[in-house]
């Protein structure tokens, strides 16, 4: 906002501006999103964000766990408040212990807001920059300045706002010949990068490097297409990752005269993590390390400053409070204080990931990269010492079995995790979590080639689940021979061709039966191993099933699907061991599914048995308690996005262990996976599981599905039940006249 413009002309500049810049933004579809190669990453790429405590304790705490993750560039939010503080405090450590400082300075939420029009919210930002400036412009490396200038409720500014605090900040700057940095965007809004450095160039004050908090987080998969900007329907067409987010960014900045560009923060929430992965805090080490990287291989970014380090929801360090005890105004915005005791900090999988990934990354060469559209991401760097080291991880639920990727082996290479830790045992499958593997310098190895690696068929083209790997030690890979093919589980015990062979058809069909389950349409039965019972579900095809199962997957592989993907969302089921069907005609030829057997396991239909007979315990626990137990269950599952479809009283499976009651789900074949339920939906499962039961038990039974829904699931579920006791009580009266004419 130049000084002889008034408001409404800047306003319709920015306009101007942002409407060019859509036109213009049609050009941005052939930025490539693909990651480069031959580039190196240096020392100073990776940075974080820090805050401290009125405890002076915090301040020696953060400086060790800087040193041991290896750090040098860390950027802090400073405002009115902090000087004469915890937070100028922690400053003169930083500066003390020579590490490079980038200091955002922004003025409180209710002056920001007001800045372009209130003289005296003027005088105060200007009196506080010069301040900042005559204390620190000898140590400080970068000023930014203002934070999510897009973002009013949480900073308080906007466009001219912002544009006022920028003009008034300049000159100050140019008496030291500062490096100044913004407009601190935030998310991916290029509408708001271009209307800032385009007004910013009109005054000859555009920032040198420029700043925005790339965030993908919303996406969910560092690696995923963004589908908010123009719809799902638009996002391969767009195909819009991290990668060609970052270039878009920095393709802006450097047409208006930027020299760099930063990310001044990143991250992914442990509370947003926790609603659907059962061990948020690896997935939030997984995600850090493949957007990291991801970021790097742009080759559009010169710096990432992660987000918090120490934080309950955000940080790599937990501080140790309660999520509810989380400021109101974001910590992306401001960044003021670290909350919990110094004693109860705690390292999350996140900070040795990223300790590990500065250890192998810094000043490395990146000499081949692929992120391709199969779900495979694969990584070639050589460090100073001319060691080479390959990087490589599948999307979520996907994996690879290496010997796809390494057809010749792996013989001479070490196998690291994302953590730093050493594998004990060569794995099997690339996963989700990615994989380091280490070779010796001067070592020849066969490296995979990128145009071999997108045209690998991924597990997902193969319609196969892949388990979580954090929530099992045991490996997972597939299984192949000249008539089945499947996937296993694979025991510590024995290697993956002797696990296959030992639950191979052929060799389950000879071994002793210890128990026969069912043997009608289907047979169930239980046999003896020496890791213990497992349970062998044999699938037939039979009438006109032959017929419609040839346009399936084999029932096999959707219960091995659906259990993966249920116990990937913390649905209990039996733990899946392998499955195995024909390489021709999968859906209508026998094919098998195995699990673990489930010990001292009763069903719900021996609580409703016990219920219709009038008694008031089964299993010595009190009715009310295990309707609690499944309608909590069932709930659960439903929010999950999982329909079973043929819930009955049987197909619920109890364990009591410690006078705690654990429910299992069976018979999955059925099941959807779907994104969200419908009430309808949600009613097929609940009529189904409310019918064998007496009204009062319903209502309970409903009750507690309702209170742990949090709300009621649907005012008219006594008639969606009334329906399906007509439909059943029509069908036993068919069956009956039809058995009395035979």
């Not at 408001?7 to 579809?29: D, V, Y």
């Not at 460090?383 to 290496?402: F, K």
């Not at 030690?473 to 290697?495: H, M, R, Y």
Request: net charge positive; hydrophobic share 35%; with cysteine.
């Amino acid at each position: 906002m130049n000084n002889n413009s008034t408001p409404q002309q800047t306003w319709l500049r920015m306009i101007k501006e942002i409407i060019a810049g859509l036109w213009r933004s049609r050009l941005w579809l052939n930025v490539p999103s693909e990651p480069s190669s031959s580039m190196k990453i240096h020392n100073d790429f990776f940075g974080i964000n820090i805050a401290t405590s009125t405890d002076s304790s915090c301040d020696d705490y953060i400086i060790q766990a800087l040193q041991e993750l290896g750090i040098k560039h860390i950027r802090m939010d400073f405002s009115y408040d902090s000087f004469d503080s915890h937070g100028e405090r922690l400053l003169h450590h930083i500066l003390a212990n020579d590490i490079d400082v980038m200091l955002d300075i922004f003025p409180p939420k209710n002056d920001a807001s007001v800045m372009h029009i209130e003289p005296l919210a003027m005088q105060r930002w200007q009196q506080f920059v010069s301040r900042v400036f005559d204390a620190y412009h000898d140590t400080v490396a970068v000023f930014e300045i203002g934070n999510t200038s897009n973002r009013k409720t949480w900073s308080g500014f906007q466009p001219l706002s912002y544009l006022k605090a920028w003009d008034i900040a300049r000159p100050l700057a140019d008496r030291y010949t500062l490096t100044l940095a913004g407009p601190n965007v935030s998310d991916f809004e290029p509408v708001y990068n271009i209307a800032y450095l385009k007004e910013m160039q009109r005054s000859h004050s555009v920032p040198t490097i420029h700043t925005d908090n790339l965030f993908v987080e919303r996406v969910i998969e560092p690696e995923a297409y963004d589908h908010r900007v123009l719809g799902r329907w638009a996002t391969n067409l767009l195909r819009l990752n991290l990668i060609k987010k970052a270039r878009i960014i920095d393709l802006i900045g450097k047409r208006l005269g930027c020299s760099q560009t930063f990310c001044t923060y990143t991250d992914w929430t442990v509370k947003r993590l926790d609603r659907r992965n059962l061990d948020p805090e690896q997935k939030q080490a997984d995600y850090l390390t493949r957007y990291l990287i991801l970021a790097a291989a742009s080759g559009a970014l010169d710096r990432v400053y992660w987000g918090p380090l120490i934080c309950s929801r955000d940080g790599i360090i937990d501080c140790g409070s309660d999520w509810q005890s989380y400021p109101k105004i974001d910590s992306v915005a401001y960044y003021q204080c670290v909350r919990g005791e110094t004693s109860a900090f705690r390292k999350r999988p996140a900070f040795y990931a990223l300790k590990y990934l500065l250890t192998n990354l810094s000043n490395a060469h990146c000499i081949q990269a692929v992120s391709a559209d199969n779900g495979i991401n694969h990584f070639i760097f050589t460090n100073s010492q001319q060691q080479e080291i390959h990087i490589t991880w599948c999307r979520d639920g996907r994996a690879m079995p290496l010997t796809q990727l390494y057809p010749a082996g792996l013989h001479d290479a070490v196998f690291y995790t994302q953590l730093g830790k050493k594998c004990t045992e060569n794995p099997l499958c690339i996963t989700e979590q990615p994989l380091f593997i280490h070779f010796a310098p001067d070592t020849t190895m066969s490296r995979p080639q990128p145009e071999f690696i997108s045209k690998l068929a991924d597990l997902t083209l193969e319609n196969i689940a892949a388990p979580a790997p954090s929530t099992s030690k045991k490996q997972f890979t597939l299984f192949q021979n000249e008539k089945w093919t499947g996937a296993i589980i694979v025991d510590p015990s024995c290697s993956a061709d002797e696990m296959g062979e030992k639950l191979l058809p052929e060799s389950i069909e000879k071994q002793p039966i210890s128990k026969v389950l069912r043997d009608t349409r289907n047979k169930i039965w239980n046999i003896e191993t020496s890791t213990g019972t497992i349970t062998i579900k044999l699938n037939r095809a039979q009438g006109i099933k032959k017929f419609t199962y040839r346009f399936l997957d084999s029932k096999a592989k959707r219960h091995w699907n659906n259990a993966i993907t249920m116990l990937r969302n913390g649905i209990n089921t039996p733990q899946p061991i392998a499955f195995f069907e024909r390489h021709q005609r999968k859906g209508i030829a026998h094919n098998y599914y195995i699990t673990q057997f489930l010990e001292n396991a009763f069903s719900a239909r021996d609580v409703f048995t016990s219920i219709n007979n009038g008694k008031s315990h089964c299993r010595g626990i009190e009715h009310n308690e295990l309707l609690k137990v499944i309608g909590q269950a069932v709930c659960q599952m439903h929010n999950m996005g999982i329909l079973h479809r043929d819930l009955s009283s049987g197909n619920i499976l109890l364990i009591i262990n410690n006078d705690e009651v654990k429910p299992y789900f069976i018979d999955i074949g059925r099941a959807r996976i779907l994104k969200k339920l419908t009430t309808r939906q949600r009613l097929i499962d609940l009529m189904r599981i409310c019918f064998k039961l007496p009204w009062s038990e319903r209502e309970k039974l409903i009750g507690f599905y309702n209170a742990h829904l949090g709300g009621e699931v649907a005012s008219w579920w006594r008639w969606a039940v009334r329906y399906y006791i007509f439909k059943q009580r029509s069908k036993r009266f068919i069956k009956g006249k039809f058995k009395s004419k035979k």
